[in-house]
């Protein structure tokens, strides 16, 4: 016989099932997981700021740091050894569902293992791997006016999240880049088809450039290089005029904004020289000045993260913010399968082959049979081979013979 707190709750249990909303019942929770600081500086949430007020700290927000200060990782406890040291940052924010059908296509063929169009392997180490669906991502963003964030989504091609957003004109889905920060409900718009014509009216007809900065430069906007204030953090930057982006789309870059055409311009110097009647007269630019004023007026100057300072077309696009997912590169897999499950096949050193394998195979121990570190097919490798001058690979240095070097002649001081 049943006790009553046994039967109460065998009760409720079955009342629950019958309920409309017993779904409620399939998300997982966590009771094995534990949210891990690495220090105690907190991490600035930022899923609370919306787009009806502007925030200049938002909009222009400080570049992240290089440090692991503030990086919130998820731990498992360790109940099997693939889990002991996992750790993956806490993105509760994602979508839980599937992606929009129409928006992707099925990764299928030889690309999946690494091979060009004639079937050879170029890339080594690729292959397997959990099946995919290739996300159609829109980089140029094209479309004008404002779009909605339905949901921030993960894509498994791409270490950043994707957003799926809704023209609020043509109630049309896409796919874009998320940049950091940014939360479903949030509304972006693109400027790259010109300025709007209600924001060309609050500013009286007459480009005034802090306001126009306050009204566009906020983060997931993307707009012209030109249009972009100079030490705006910017991310998904393209090469080509009327081409989408392809610099800075990785997890947690950026690139920053340091000078533009127009301020070179003002900033250069007046060459004079002085006439036979004594009146100062510009002295003539000649060609190659001319080219190069000319290209300074056109491109803008970016920097990198690698410190690379780069010369883009203003009329490139770029999305204003940090590409989303900054703590990625504090991932652990934790073990060798999740590696296979990202189409990652594992890498053998060369040191461990046979001798007709690699040419730091074979030997007694760990020795590489006193040869230069090599590539497997026999190229120099590593420091040496693309550090050294062209003049000091396989030349012989000839030194000239003196004859009495050193030494001091009878006579001579």
Request: glycine share 10%.
């Given at each position: ?291 190069k004023q000319e290209r ?71 020795s590489k049979g006193n ?43």
């Amino acid at each position: 016989m049943l006790q009553p707190q046994r039967t109460a709750q065998v009760a409720l249990r079955g009342l629950f099932l019958r309920l409309p909303f017993r779904s409620l019942s399939s998300v997982p929770s966590r009771p094995y997981s534990a949210s891990v600081r690495q220090t105690e500086a907190p991490v600035a949430e930022e899923s609370s700021s919306t787009t009806s007020t502007f925030d200049p700290s938002i909009a222009f927000a400080p570049p992240p740091t290089r440090d692991d200060s503030g990086v919130l990782l998820r731990s498992y406890k360790p109940r099997t050894p693939g889990i002991r040291h996992l750790r993956r940052p806490i993105n509760d924010h994602l979508w839980k569902g599937r992606p929009v059908q129409k928006l992707t296509f099925p990764k299928r063929g030889q690309s999946k293992g690494g091979r060009n169009n004639s079937g050879r392997v170029t890339v080594r180490h690729r292959g397997g791997g959990h099946k995919r669906r290739i996300r159609i991502v829109d980089f140029e963003r094209a479309a004008p006016g404002p779009h909605l964030v339905e949901r921030i989504e993960h894509d498994p091609g791409r270490s950043a999240h994707i957003a799926l957003v809704r023209s609020q004109e043509t109630q049309r889905l896409t796919y874009i880049l998320a940049a950091d920060g940014m939360r479903a409900g949030d509304v972006v718009q693109s400027y790259m088809p010109g300025i709007p014509e209600d924001l060309w009216k609050s500013m009286g007809g007459v480009v005034d450039p802090g306001v126009l900065a306050a009204r566009t430069a906020w983060r997931g906007n993307c707009l012209p290089l030109h249009m972009i204030p100079v030490g705006t953090l910017i991310f998904n930057v393209g090469l080509r005029p009327g081409k989408g982006g392809q610099l800075c789309r990785s997890a947690g870059t950026f690139a920053t904004v340091i000078a533009k055409g127009s301020n070179t311009q003002q900033s250069a110097p007046v060459e004079s020289q002085e006439g036979e009647d004594g009146s100062e007269a510009k002295k003539p630019m000649t060609q190659r000045e001319k080219q190069k004023q000319e290209r300074i007026i056109q491109h803008v100057t970016i920097r990198l993260q690698s410190g690379e300072v780069r010369l883009i077309h203003k009329d490139c696009c770029a999305t204003v913010g940090v590409a989303s997912n900054p703590n990625y590169q504090y991932t652990q897999l934790g073990k060798a399968g999740r590696s296979r499950w990202l189409n990652i096949r594992p890498t053998v050193r060369g040191l461990a082959m046979n001798a007709m394998d690699h040419p730091h195979g074979g030997g007694r121990g760990k020795s590489k049979g006193n040869v230069d570190p090599k590539s497997p097919w026999g190229l120099p490798a590593k420091s040496g081979y693309k550090t050294r001058p062209k003049w000091k690979i396989n030349k012989a240095v000839v030194v000239p013979r003196v004859r009495n070097q050193g030494k001091r002649r009878r006579g001579y001081n």
